[in-house]
């Protein structure tokens, strides 16, 4: 939930910017597109090492965490590191960057900004809602530290895909 929240928030400053005049940013935003792709692919490929080393040998059940107090499961970061987490990997996604550009000089043209902010938000609230009630729904599917490890097995790849296809796209763009 709080890193929907970080998400949303991500969402609603990129939505935002128009009404703070950062219309600017979108020059900036096309020009070193490349390494803002490069920046994101790299932090994609960390995520995905990161989580593929976690099902490996620190998901719920493994030695490191069986002896934690908590009952077996993992040591969890604070709500605040959390929120910031997604947000600042929503403001690294090159996907969102590309498209509040693209989107930016259709909203400043239809001065319709504050709709456009709270539609946005709104939207990305609502599908993150589901996402959360979805994942409480499955909890008690995904409880074995099996289920658990080919989740995380499965994440760590879709990432590291993504982070590979995004460092492609951005070297492109630098190269070019």
């Not at 499955?138 to 895909?161: D, F, K, N, Y």
Request: hydrophobic share 50%.
């Amino acid at each position: 939930l709080w890193a929907s929240l970080g998400v949303g928030l991500g969402i609603a400053v990129y939505a935002g910017l128009p009404a703070l005049g950062f219309s600017a940013l979108e020059g900036l935003v096309q020009r070193h597109l490349g390494l803002f792709q490069l920046l994101g692919g790299l932090v994609l490929l960390w995520l995905a090492w990161s989580t593929v080393r976690s099902a490996r040998g620190g998901g719920p059940g493994s030695s490191e965490t069986a002896a934690l107090p908590t009952g077996g499961n993992a040591p969890r970061s604070s709500p605040f590191q959390t929120l910031l987490s997604g947000l600042g990997i929503t403001l690294i996604n090159p996907i969102a960057m590309v498209f509040f550009s693209a989107m930016l000089p259709t909203v400043l043209a239809s001065g319709w900004i504050p709709g456009f902010v709270l539609g946005v938000s709104s939207g990305v609230a609502l599908v993150m809602g589901v996402y959360c009630l979805l994942a409480t729904g499955l909890r008690h599917v995904l409880t074995s530290p099996r289920a658990m490890r080919r989740v995380q097995g499965l994440s760590g790849l879709a990432l590291g895909v993504f982070g590979v296809l995004t460092l492609w796209q951005g070297s492109g763009a630098v190269w070019s």
